[in-house]
Antibody, heavy 122, light 107 residues
């Protein structure tokens, strides 16, 4: 089955760190560009990070730049998000999402994980 | 950065109704726009890409149109399973951005 499964759900104090993982299966992970998207409780979707297939090109939203680090391990079909200096406003469900393809029309996200909840609170 | 604005924020409709949701980009994005459906406690699901192309497996009652800055998502005849929140997303350039969502509720 083609799927993405996030893990790393936790309750973290402000200023703390957490690493999220996203396990891919059922497709050739190394061929796909990947993203992280988050959703605060009761709010909309916010794109936060992108990584190319090789990991050499990376983008971040301003809201997480300098605090979060995206990475991937193509050997183990996994995507990661290292989150440091966490703030209350980082509380959200975090989704990993696959970019469909390299053709211009296919830059949207065609496969999403179920999400993992990160709660930042003292 | 490109800002995406959806309207309305919420909408009440009945089964069988035709509904239209609009999305406006703060600058031209050609047809690099996607629509997603999200149900409570579930991940978003892609419906439309490239403004008007239907994702495989999505019912034909869903359609999209537009280019440049103005886009629409139309559901031709609402079904009970369509009551959800809908988001547009521009993928013209990073940072990719989403609209604030339109919650479609049963009247």
């Amino acid at each position: 089955e083609v799927q993405l499964v996030e893990s790393g759900e936790d309750l973290i104090q402000p200023g703390g760190s957490l690493r999220l993982s996203c396990a891919a299966s059922g497709f050739t992970f190394s061929s796909y560009e990947m993203n992280w998207v988050r959703q605060a409780p009761g709010k909309g979707l916010e794109w936060i990070s992108y990584i190319s297939t090789s990991g050499t090109t990376i983008y971040y939203a301003d809201s997480v730049k300098g605090r979060f680090t995206i990475s991937r391990d193509n050997t183990n079909n996994s995507l990661y998000l290292q989150m440091n200096s966490l703030r209350a406003e980082d509380t959200a469900v975090y989704y990993c999402a696959r970019k469909r393809g390299q053709l211009r029309a296919n830059w949207y996200f065609d496969l999403w994980g179920r999400g993992t909840l990160v709660t930042v609170s003292s | 950065d490109i800002q995406m604005t959806q309207s309305p924020s919420s909408l009440s409709a009945s089964v069988g109704d035709r509904v239209t949701i609009t999305c406006r980009a703060s600058q031209g994005i050609s047809t690099w726009l996607a629509w997603y459906q999200q149900k409570p406690e579930k991940a978003p699901k892609s419906l439309i890409y490239a403004a008007s192309s239907l994702q495989s497996g999505v019912p034909s009652r869903f359609s999209g149109s537009g280019s440049g800055t103005d886009f629409t998502l139309t559901i031709s005849s609402l079904q009970p399973e369509d009551f959800a929140t809908y988001y547009c997303q521009q993928y013209n350039s990073y940072p990719f951005s989403f609209g604030q969502g339109t919650k479609l509720e049963i009247k």
